[in-house]
């Protein structure tokens, strides 16, 4: 007799753990709002009400609870996807899509990092925030690129790292305000299609 391979549902969790789950991610939204995504674990749980050991059963690292934390903001740039898909002008929906994700990223300090970090590692907690990002910034790409407004050498790995620069630098000059959009509008620039196809540079000496 063949055995079953459907994955087994995950159990509901009882009253008190849902409680505590709900705790936990409220006091992490607040801690990484004010102090960054390095803010302390064992405050995080104590501010809950909680052990540390009940912030470990239901987030077993940092980079689960900080997945947890971002799912809504997440759910948010996949809808704006969605709605830029039809867009007019593809590389303008494209490159307003990746200031939604600066900005996303900038209200937090170190997620910028984080998601730099999450891109070359499959075994990362936040993978499941990259992909489905990385996905939708694709569909996006692949557009601009079939409209011939957008270079075809162009990758989304690429686009989201640059992306993620574009937050760090911003976090790191919080004096300057306008830049991540000055940088956004270079990107933008670099994104663009050459209708005169591209520029070889004149060999040494010519």
């Known amino acids: 007799m063949a055995m079953s391979t459907a994955p087994t549902p995950a159990r509901p969790m009882r009253a008190d753990a849902r409680r505590n789950y ?3 991610l409220s006091e992490a939204r607040t801690s990484f709002a004010a102090q960054g995504t390095d803010a302390s674990l064992e405050d995080i749980a104590r501010r809950a009400g909680v052990g540390i050991g009940t ?3 239901h987030f ?3 980079q689960a609870l900080m997945n947890a ?3 809504d903001a997440l759910n948010a740039l996949l809808d704006r996807s969605r709605e830029l898909a039809h867009a007019e002008q593809p590389c303008t929906a494209l490159v307003e899509w990746l200031g939604a994700i600066v900005t996303h990223a900038g209200e937090y300090r170190g997620l ?3 998601l730099m970090s999450a891109s070359g590692d499959e075994t990362s907690e936040l993978t499941s925030c990259h992909v489905p990002l990385r996905q939708a910034g694709a569909r996006l790409l692949t557009r601009a690129q079939s409209s011939g407004s957008v270079r075809a050498d162009v990758s989304i790995d690429d686009l989201l790292q640059l992306t993620n ?3 760090l630098a911003a976090e790191q ?3 300057d305000p306008a830049l991540a959009n000055r940088l956004l509008r270079l990107t933008l620039r670099g994104l663009k299609a ?3 196809g591209p520029q070889l540079s004149p060999p040494p000496g010519d």
């Open 112 to 114: 910028a990092q984080a």
């Open 173 to 175: 000059t919080p004096t």
């Open 194 to 196: 050459d209708p005169a």
């Open 60 to 62: 077993p690292n940092r």
């Open 69 to 71: 934390v971002f799912q």
């Open 22 to 24: 709900d705790r936990l």
């Open 165 to 167: 620069a574009i937050a």
């Open 55 to 57: 912030l470990y059963r």
